[in-house]
């Protein structure tokens, strides 16, 4: 038998499949729409090595950013007094999309996950922790997720800046346990905000 | 609630077929083998998700098909429901679920159809490992508040973590943030189990009574080794948080947690002493009767429920008097499904009953 797939077509699928959430007919689907249309295929070709060369993330708070720093941290008119700590850049997406939060961002890269083998090496708790004592931090805001792992970083995080003389809240949720932020209409999420909680 | 129709295929040694379910009683005849306790696990596995049967979900995939589907249409509060699980062998039973052509949850699923099932591992309530008591207790405090279910997955995560965390050698704060998770978690779920427990208390007493219990009323005692209930839930979950820090130095050396509700037991206690210890066969078999009786009475006064009842070889390990009692007891409660392979034995309590014959996993009428 021999395989009719071009070369040139087989590394597409490959890379296609390492995709989240593509599997093999989904590639064949994927690859099939963009040799239809060259144009928009060199587009997006175009468009990842704009995103895999020129976004970084935020040497202050990680979130992507096309600079040194991104353009919360470089925007005037926002409190720097108030930090909002979430796990990944989307969470501080949605939070932003809701224009309650007038704060700055601390993007933690994740969660505490020892059955992954992370721990906090591997977040950006010792960032937090510098940010916090160099800046005039007044409020830290922890905006995990209200999952097992996402409750439990908060809880670590708020150990790790005790003492530190910063005030330390969670976010409220009015959202079951065990779900995400992004799923959150904004209605909650401002809601959220507006009663977040003291923690210890 | 009630079982209208259920089609099979793949499914065990049944034969593919469809078979039409009257409202009142059947009773499974056949002879060793021939497929009764198949057939009441289809009916179990379509309400629970579960059999009453120990063993691999992998086991409910007839020998040489690909997978299983169970068809049912269920009526509650006047509607017709269609339910359909599908079951898929692989190195674990991948199953998908429907409602109508809807894919839903294991949790939003496990509520349209719950089904009662009574069978000769009930025995295992008496004589079996904490496990399967605390499995009983767990399933009771579902039925009574789903949140149940949520609360249990995460304990289970938060407890994978700790333990995770425990290999990996973490520091304490590390392992202290999953304690924290673990303490109001366990004091949630502890809750609800000593919720369940004092309705169950409640009711158990009317349940041995109908079955002619000859010794006095057992006492459900909740066994926390740790010693964490009773309380408020806050104070449950500080003496919890304490515990957990105080045996993480032994529990470093075996990289798991051995303090919390997934280690703790509901005791059977007969005059002071543990009930297996005390009494026989047959009366194990009464008692984790009268156990699951009472917590269908429980569901039936709070939530309404009136579950199909499944009962797998009723005459197993009773004499004539008890099985009387036991069949007597489920008279008159609905949609009721009992197995035996011997016609003479339960033929004088079950005269109103439908007859089906099974033989080779087919049935006829
Ligand atoms: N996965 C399977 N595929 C095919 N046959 C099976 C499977 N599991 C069990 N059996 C067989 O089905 C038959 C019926 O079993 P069972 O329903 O327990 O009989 P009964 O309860 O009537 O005594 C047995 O002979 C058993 O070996
Ligand atoms: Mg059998
Ligand atoms: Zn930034």
């Given amino acids: 038998m021999i395989d009719l797939r071009p ?20 590639a064949v689907r994927l690859a099939q729409h963009l040799l239809r249309q060259p144009a928009g295929a060199r587009r997006l070709a175009a468009a990842l090595v704009r995103a895999a060369d020129g976004v970084r993330p935020c040497a202050v708070c990680f979130l992507p950013a096309e600079e040194e720093t991104c353009s919360v941290c470089r925007a005037s008119g926002r409190n720097r007094g ?24 601390h993007v933690l890269l994740g969660t505490l996950d020892p059955l992954h083998g992370v721990g906090p090496e591997q977040l950006t708790v010792a960032a937090l922790v510098d940010r916090v004592r160099a800046e005039p931090v007044q409020e830290v805001i922890l905006a995990t997720n209200p999952t097992v792992e996402g409750e439990a970083t908060a809880h670590f995080v708020a150990g790790v800046l005790k003492g530190s003389g910063v005030r330390v809240s969670r976010i409220a949720f009015g959202l079951p346990a065990g779900g995400e932020i992004s799923f959150a209409d904004q209605v909650t999420l401002s809601r959220s905000l507006m009663g977040r909680q003291r923690m210890e | 609630m009630g079982l209208r129709a259920l089609a099979v295929r793949g499914f065990r040694n049944l034969k593919e077929q469809e078979l039409t379910l009257p409202e ?20 179990a596995v379509v309400g629970n998700l579960a059999s009453f049967r120990p063993g691999s979900p992998l086991s409910w995939v007839q020998h040489g098909a690909a997978g299983f589907h169970l068809a049912a249409i269920v009526t509650r509060r006047e509607l017709d429901l269609r339910l359909l699980v599908v079951g898929r062998a ?37 004589w079996g490992g904490p496990e399967e008591r605390r499995r009983f207790l767990d399933r009771l405090s579902f039925y009574l508040r ?11 995560q938060a407890l994978r973590q700790r333990n995770a965390a425990l290999r990996r050698g973490a520091p304490d704060p590390e392992l202290e943030a999953f304690e924290q998770q673990l303490a109001v978690l366990g004091s949630r779920l502890l809750e609800l189990r000593l919720a ?51 045996s993480r130095r032994k529990e470093r050396a075996r990289a798991h947690t051995l303090v919390g509700p997934h280690r703790h037991d509901l005791e059977l206690v007969l005059a002071g002493a543990p009930a297996r ?23 039936g006064r709070i939530r309404h429920y009136m579950p199909l009842v499944v009962f797998d070889d009723v005459d197993a390990e009773l004499d004539g008097r008890a099985l009387a009692c036991v069949l007597h007891r489920l008279a008159g409660h609905g949609q009721v499904l009992v197995s035996s392979a011997h016609e003479a034995m339960i033929a004088p309590s079950l005269r109103d009953a439908v007859v089906w014959r099974i033989r080779d996993g087919l049935v006829s009428g």
């Fill in chain 2, 90 to 126: 692989g190195r674990r039973l991948h199953r998908q679920l429907f409602r109508g052509g809807r894919r839903l949850t294991a949790a939003e699923y496990l509520s349209l159809f719950p089904v009662a099932a009574f069978s000769p591992a009930d025995r295992m309530l008496i």
């Fill in chain 2, 146 to 156: 789903p949140e149940t279910y949520l609360v249990l997955q995460s304990y289970r």
């Fill in chain 2, 196 to 246: 369940a427990i004092a309705l169950l208390e409640h009711a158990l007493g009317d349940e041995l009574a109908a079955l002619a219990w000859p010794l006095s009323q057992p006492i459900l005692r909740y066994n926390d080794t740790d010693a964490v209930s009773p309380g408020s839930p806050a104070e449950m979950a500080g003496r919890l948080r304490l515990a957990l820090a105080r």
């Fill in chain 2, 277 to 299: 210890e005390v009494i026989s066969a047959g009366q194990g078999k009464l008692l984790a009767t009268a156990l699951k009786l009472a917590a269908m009475a429980v569901l």
């Fill in chain 1, 82 to 105: 108030l930090l909002c700590v979430v796990e990944d850049p989307i969470n501080a997406w949605s939070i932003e999309a809701t224009g309650e939060f007038d704060g700055l961002y």
């Fill in chain 1, 7 to 26: 070369a040139a077509v087989q590394v597409l699928l490959e890379e296609l499949e390492q995709l989240p959430g593509v599997g093999p007919r989904t």
């Fill in chain 2, 24 to 43: 009142t009683t059947v009773a499974i005849l056949g002879a060793n083998g021939a497929g009764k306790t198949s057939l009441l696990e289809a009916v």
